[in-house]
């Protein structure tokens, strides 16, 4: 024993590489690298691989731009209904006296991370300086639970709300996770913002409002297919393999 602690008997040269590395009296435990052979796991993609993430992150693109229109809304709502009630009594604070005893918890959550977001930065909008711009759609949903009285008048029924919500619950977990979202789900999700943002009465009647959650999509692909073909050594051959007719459809088309 050294006075540094135990020692590794000297080992086999002939096994783990020349020893005279490795100080005298110890073993070299590092493994001579090979460069003529691979190591580790294949870390390229295949065209199956970039196939399926592709898909995954269209659906998640897309069932996020329904989550984000439904969260928006719903937050303004509660805003419009909740604010003249709790705000003239406790100024700033009108969202946690909202919360009242019951939810305590999550709405001082939400003021903690207001305050992080305040001190690192992140609050970019002005406009999201406030509590209720940190409470997340359960919660939102639980402050017009809580208080349905001051919105009975505004809608017929709170069953129709909460089962427009409950659907959406699997979609804003998964996406939430970045996990895979199958299409079933995708469209269930679809249906049930739309029907939320009609029983939220944002004017889903409009005959564009359907279609805000694709030109989102639209121009974010659009976009990066801009890009793409703005670098590529040979701009023709790349709008011939993919034109962008298969990306956004024929001009005129309409989209299913």
């Known amino acids: 024993m050294s006075s540094g602690g135990l020692e590794l008997p000297p080992g086999d040269t002939g096994h783990d590489g020349d020893s005279s ?15 003529g052979s691979e190591i580790g796991p294949e870390l390229e993609w295949g ?27 719903l937050r303004a709502v509660v805003a419009a209904v909740l604010r003249p009630v709790y705000e003239p009594v406790h100024g700033e604070e009108w969202v946690v006296a909202a919360a009242g005893p019951a939810g305590q918890e ?3 959550r939400a003021v903690a991370v207001r305050e992080v977001s ?37 809608f017929d029924d709170r069953r129709d709300v909460e089962l427009a919500l409950d659907e959406l619950e699997v979609t804003r977990n998964v996406v939430s996770r970045n996990r895979a979202l199958n299409e079933t789900v995708l469209a269930q999700a679809e249906r049930a913002s739309a029907r939320l943002l009609e029983i939220l009465g944002s004017g889903a009647g409009v005959p564009s409002a359907d279609r805000l959650p694709v030109d989102a999509v639209e121009d974010l692909v659009g976009d990066r297919y801009a890009d793409v073909v703005s670098i590529h050594p040979d701009r023709v051959r790349l709008q011939r393999q993919l034109p962008a007719e298969d990306l956004f459809g024929a001009p005129g088309a309409s989209t299913p």
């Open 21 to 35: 590395d490795a100080p005298p009296g110890a073993v070299s435990l590092a493994r001579p690298v090979d460069t």
């Open 47 to 73: 065209a199956d691989a970039w196939s399926e993430v592709r898909t995954r992150a269209q659906r998640a693109g897309r069932a996020y731009i329904w989550l984000n229109l439904v969260e928006q809304r």
């Open 106 to 108: 999550w709405v001082q």
């Open 118 to 154: 305040r001190r690192k930065g992140y609050l970019l909008d002005p406009a999201d300086d406030n509590v209720l711009s940190f409470l997340t759609l359960p919660q939102l949903r639980e402050l017009m639970v809580q208080h349905w009285p001051c919105f009975e008048p505004y």
